[in-house]
């Protein structure tokens, strides 16, 4: 069945656009299928105008805004949600007792899509940097093959839910024998599993965080066959024996080290590892090792992940925007941190997960830690305040955090924004924080 004959005059909820617009290319897609496309959001029409505008030119024809109506899901053919939109949301309580289907983008994709080699990148952090490592060296790979054969012309695509390109949207140009590399959210991990999804080749960047399995991190692999793989650190591996998984892919360790000194690679020590990583990988596709090479060279850290903004009279700042976990906030801190010389700042919404590592490292690690407002913040704000051997500080706005950081910051001190939490409030999405942290800093 092709996805035009899936979607062609099926009554589609669409629920959610996403933070920042991640859903309009799917959107899109379903209308130009024949979908009769509904959109549900609880945002306000003004906050979504440009992306209703865009979405009404291609023929979106009904859209709800501040709120779902429960009764008008009832008659929908099937349901589409935006990750921020869990299963258990009471409105879905009658969709579930009239049997109506619900899919994330994700899981109905694979439901549609012709077979396919999948790359499924994971972890709490990370996922991002490896995925911009490893594309341009599988492109080269597939781009190479076709220049010296003549003939075949598999292609690889990029299915990032964060990216605004859509993840169903690849269903118009993907075909069989393809290459996907999907950046696998957390929150995705169960649903993979649910719809019995294994990576061909997963890649770990970095553990999954609890709230993202029930037993196991890796249960997700368990529909893996003798001819997939699995690639990861030695921690991560060594972790599938605590777990009792019998992995039937052939697992690959790597470590910082297999990036020879001569690359000229520049990246900090958690690139190299990540680096390590894409290397890895690129062998299973006969990538040469010139090539992985140059790509690497020429490879530039991404905004909002570790990135360094500016140094003012000794101080550097760092804008790491894109964390929304304890242990992407952990992974940044170790990175960075030398002699308890950092200030972090911390803070946003909810996400319900546990920051008591994260607490416990903090006095090793950081010197100042500046809270920022946010559901989350005020929820862990009791724990927070016991943190021994740190001083804890609270700020209204990003504004503020970046000019305490600045009072309470010594000569050679880092400053990391790394918020640990999601975006929320003033702040909409992450990217939006994340260029409200790099433009006041500039303005120092």
Request: charged share 25%; net charge neutral.
């Amino acid at each position: 069945m092709t996805s035009r004959d899936y979607f062609k005059g099926k009554r589609v909820a669409l629920i959610g656009l996403g933070p920042h617009g991640e859903m309009v290319e799917d959107a899109k897609f379903m209308i130009k299928q024949g979908a009769l496309l509904s959109i549900y959001d609880l945002r306000s029409e003004a906050r979504l105008k440009s992306h209703l505008v865009f979405l009404r030119s291609v023929g979106l024809a009904n859209y709800i805004c501040g709120s779902i109506p429960a009764d008008d899901l009832l008659d929908m053919d099937i349901i589409i949600l935006s990750h921020e939109y869990p299963r258990d949301s009471t409105f879905l309580k009658g969709i579930k007792e009239k049997k109506i289907p619900i899919e994330y983008p994700e899981t109905l994709f694979f439901k549609l899509a012709p077979p396919v080699t999948l790359v499924g990148v994971m972890g709490s952090c990370g996922k991002a940097t490896v995925i911009s490592m490893l594309v341009p060296m599988i492109e080269e790979a597939c781009a190479s093959a076709m220049r010296m054969n003549g003939e075949g012309n598999q292609q690889c695509f990029v299915a990032d839910p964060e990216s605004g390109e859509g993840v169903l949207a690849h269903l118009k140009k993907i075909k069989n024998g393809d290459i996907l590399i999907m950046r696998i959210e957390e929150r995705m991990v169960r649903e993979l599993e649910s719809v019995r999804i294994s990576p061909h080749v997963a890649i770990y960047v970095s553990p999954l965080s609890k709230f993202s399995y029930d037993e196991s991190p890796f249960n997700i692999l368990k529909h893996q066959t003798y001819n997939n793989f699995i690639i990861a650190s030695d921690e991560i591996i060594d972790s599938t024996r605590l777990y009792k998984f019998q992995s039937k892919a052939k697992m690959l360790r790597t470590k910082a080290a297999l990036i020879p000194v001569f690359w000229e690679f520049t990246g900090k020590s958690h690139d190299r590892e990540n680096a390590a990583l894409a290397l890895q990988a690129s062998k299973l596709f006969k990538v040469e090792d010139e090539t992985v090479q140059r790509i690497l060279k020429d490879w530039k850290p991404l905004k909002g992940r570790l990135e360094f903004v500016k140094k003012v009279k000794g101080i550097e700042f760092y804008n790491d925007s894109t964390s929304t976990t304890p242990n992407s906030t952990i992974a940044g801190i170790i990175s960075l941190s030398e002699n308890r010389d950092t200030i972090l700042i911390l803070g946003g919404t909810d996400g319900d997960l546990d920051y008591r590592e994260l607490y416990a490292i903090l006095p090793q690690y950081t010197h100042t830690v500046i809270l920022l407002p946010g559901s989350g913040t005020m929820k862990e704000r009791g724990a927070m305040q016991k943190i021994d051997h740190a001083k804890i500080l609270s700020a209204p706005s990003i504004e503020e955090a970046v000019r305490l950081a600045r009072e309470n910051a010594r000569v050679n001190d880092k400053v990391l924004f790394s918020p640990g939490f999601d975006a929320g409030g003033f702040d909409v999405s992450r990217k939006e924080r994340g260029e409200r942290f790099v433009r006041v800093v500039r303005g120092l």
